[in-house]
């Protein structure tokens, strides 16, 4: 089993920095790709960012320039550096990610979310 969690998140002001840390612990062989999904209230959860095992990056569009998802493999954390907040980034983040076991069956793990809250 696969644990993954996060920390980082808290009250900024609009135009302030978080950064936010998820830590996958457990029996791990290999961790693929990392992400962080935001769910805001009465919304469907989306995608923020991705990084694939090989550092291949991705982002939706909305954080394009401000936000920059990054990993240590050494560590198995993965983070997400927010710069520029905006109110309507407030929402839970949570970190997801895959990859095998040492029997190499697949795993597929979702953290228990931070709360991200960005004051006008």
């Known amino acids: 089993q696969v644990q993954l969690v996060e920390s980082g998140g808290g009250l900024v002001q609009a135009g302030g920095s978080l950064r936010l840390s998820c830590a996958a612990s457990?029996?791990?062989?290999?961790?693929?790709?990392m992400a962080w999904y935001r769910q805001a209230p009465g919304k469907q959860r989306e995608l923020v960012a991705g990084i694939t095992s090989g550092a291949n990056t991705n982002y939706a569009d909305s954080v394009k320039g401000r936000f920059v998802i990054s990993r240590d493999n050494a560590k198995n954390t993965v983070y997400l550096q927010m710069n520029s907040l905006k109110p309507e980034d407030t929402a839970v983040y949570y970190c997801?990610?895959?990859?095998?076991?040492?029997?190499?069956?697949?795993?597929?793990?979702w953290g228990q979310g931070t709360q991200v809250t960005v004051s006008s």
């Open positions: 457990g029996t791990i062989f290999s961790i693929n790709a």
């Open positions: 997801n990610a895959d990859g095998l076991i040492p029997t190499m069956a697949r795993w597929v793990s």
